[in-house]
Structure formats: C-alpha cells, structure tokens
C-alpha cells in the first residue's frame, strides 16, 4: 500500500502538534528550573545577560549603519 500526499501531511499535521506540545511543556520547565535558581542564588540580569542592554543595542545600532546613537 502507498502512502499518499495526503496521509503524510495528516501526519505532518499531527507530528507539528506534538511538537508544539511537547515544547510548550519543556519551556515551561525550563522557565521553572531557571527562576528557581535565579532565586536561590539570588542572580541578576546582568549576572544572567552579561553587559546592559544599552551597551548591545548600541552595537546593533553601529552594525545596521544607523547614524543615531542615544541609548
């Protein structure tokens, strides 16, 4: 028996859904796993992120030849 154009893009469909699902769960564990060690280790965002924002957008700024440099 083949198997159609049809049936695989079913089962595409069905696969993107699980895959959704399954992503959705692990974020969500992840975002957890991650606040909880923000907290016990009492970390900041820059201790997370490294430099400021103003410092990363400035360079995105500098890289896209943008000639205004306020942040």
């Known amino acids: 028996m083949t198997t159609t ?3 695989f893009m079913r089962q595409k469909l ?3 859904i699980q895959i959704a699902s399954a992503k ?3 974020m ?7 606040r909880n060690l923000v907290s016990e280790f009492g970390l900041t965002e820059e201790d997370i992120f490294g430099a400021s924002n103003k410092r990363s957008a400035r360079a995105v700024r500098s890289r ?4 205004s440099d306020q942040a």
């Open 24 to 26: 959705r769960a692990e």
């Open 28 to 34: 969500s564990t992840a975002i957890s796993k991650a």
């Open 64 to 67: 896209n030849g943008s000639s």
């Open 5 to 7: 154009v049809n049936e």
């Open 14 to 16: 069905a696969l993107e």
